[in-house]
């Protein structure tokens, strides 16, 4: 199995812990990862904004980067929004020939061009499809024991494409999570927006909505995400939330590849669990 790899920036800042996790989990079940050369900002949510061409631009920048390589591998994105942004612009220059070619002329200034061609996958869709459940469980070290796992899937891994799972009803983690020893936590905020940079601009609101996630997940163990800005909503706000809402809201959210790291008995050098705010010694007493 070989992929192009796209980290983004919030993962070599604010969520180091996903990516490291990440390169480390899909190392040991077999991927072979090769990091885009010289990538850039995919331009996030603040380039549309600026420009819908430019947005467009920063993100083909990436995909032809990889295309010219000529390696024949899928792209996977962790960050949710860079996988939002990449899949856009691949699928949008695909079908659009005028587009292509505005695209394509703005790349042409370091001699780059994108054909489309290149199938951008989000992490969750890489490990719920392409890797064997059982291949999985054969390198499980470290059972979870029964730990419960919500998992929360948020938006823009999920929509508007819709090839890997059901946005309303998703269910790719929960396998996984099954498959480290663990039990699903049972409820339905899974797909909810957790109001991802209105917690900046709008924050009322944001906390609202994360206070809604934090309560349904009353009585798990821990909250899976596959979603920097997701993790950082959820975890980051709780004390904010929790007052609030006028409960106690706190519990640990670490990312789904922290989980499966734990479970393969990884190094702590590769889950970097000590950077999650929100995790605490109960919680890691009841992993060990």
Same mark, same amino acid.
């Given at each position: 199995?070989?992929?192009?790899?796209?980290?983004?920036?919030?993962?070599?800042?604010?969520?180091?812990?996903?990516?490291?996790?990440?390169?480390?989990?899909?190392?040991?079940?077999?991927?072979?990862?090769?990091?885009?050369?010289?990538?850039?900002?995919?331009?996030?949510?603040?380039?549309?904004?600026?420009?819908?061409? =430019?947005?467009?631009?920063?993100?083909?920048?990436?995909?032809? =980067?990889?295309?010219?390589?000529?390696?024949?591998?899928?792209?996977?994105?962790?960050?949710?929004?860079?996988?939002?942004?990449?899949?856009?612009?691949?699928?949008?220059?695909?079908?659009?020939?005028?587009?292509?070619?505005?695209?394509?002329?703005?790349?042409?200034?370091?001699?780059?061009?994108?054909?489309?061609?290149?199938?951008?996958?989000?992490?969750?869709?890489?490990?719920?499809?392409?890797?064997?459940?059982?291949?999985?469980?054969?390198?499980?070290?470290?059972?979870?024991?029964?730990?419960?796992?919500?998992?929360?899937?948020?938006?823009?891994?999920?929509?508007?494409?819709?090839?890997?799972?059901?946005?309303?009803?998703?269910?790719?983690?929960?396998?996984?999570?099954?498959?480290?020893?663990?039990?699903?936590?049972?409820?339905?905020?899974?797909?909810?927006?957790?109001?991802?940079?209105?917690?900046?601009?709008?924050?009322?609101?944001?906390?609202?909505?994360?206070?809604?996630?934090?309560?349904?997940?009353?009585?798990?163990?821990?909250?899976?995400?596959?979603?920097?800005?997701?993790?950082?909503?959820?975890?980051?706000?709780?004390?904010?939330?929790?007052?609030?809402?006028?409960?106690?809201?706190?519990?640990?959210?670490?990312?789904?590849?922290?989980?499966?790291?734990?479970?393969?008995?990884?190094?702590?050098?590769?889950?970097? =669990?000590?950077?999650?705010?929100?995790?605490?010694?109960?919680?890691?007493?009841?992993?060990?």
């Amino acid at each position: 199995m070989k992929y192009f790899y796209y980290p983004g920036c919030s993962l070599e800042g604010t969520a180091i812990d996903y990516d490291v996790s990440t390169r480390a989990v899909l190392s040991a079940l077999g991927a072979e990862l090769i990091e885009v050369e010289d990538w850039t900002c995919c331009g996030a949510s603040a380039g549309e904004v600026m420009s819908p061409l =430019l947005s467009l631009a920063l993100a083909a920048r990436n995909l032809a =980067l990889a295309e010219r390589t000529g390696v024949a591998a899928d792209m996977i994105a962790p960050c949710s929004a860079c996988y939002l942004n990449l899949r856009k612009a691949s699928e949008r220059i695909d079908r659009d020939e005028s587009l292509a070619a505005k695209v394509n002329a703005v790349l042409g200034e370091e001699k780059l061009r994108c054909t489309g061609d290149m199938k951008v996958r989000h992490l969750l869709d890489v490990l719920a499809k392409d890797i064997d459940i059982e291949a999985i469980r054969a390198r499980i070290k470290h059972d979870l024991g029964g730990l419960r796992i919500a998992p929360y899937y948020g938006c823009q891994a999920l929509r508007p494409f819709k090839d890997f799972d059901d946005p309303e009803r998703p269910v790719s983690m929960e396998p996984l999570i099954q498959a480290l020893g663990a039990v699903v936590h049972p409820w339905d905020a899974g797909a909810r927006c957790c109001g991802a940079g209105l917690m900046t601009t709008k924050q009322p609101l944001a906390v609202e909505l994360c206070g809604e996630i934090l309560l349904a997940a009353r009585g798990a163990d821990c909250v899976a995400t596959v979603c920097p800005m997701c993790q950082m909503n959820l975890e980051y706000y709780q004390k904010k939330i929790s007052k609030r809402i006028g409960a106690d809201l706190n519990i640990p959210i670490v990312t789904l590849p922290q989980l499966m790291g734990l479970a393969l008995a990884l190094p702590e050098e590769d889950l970097m =669990l000590a950077r999650n705010y929100s995790v605490g010694h109960v919680f890691m007493e009841k992993v060990h």
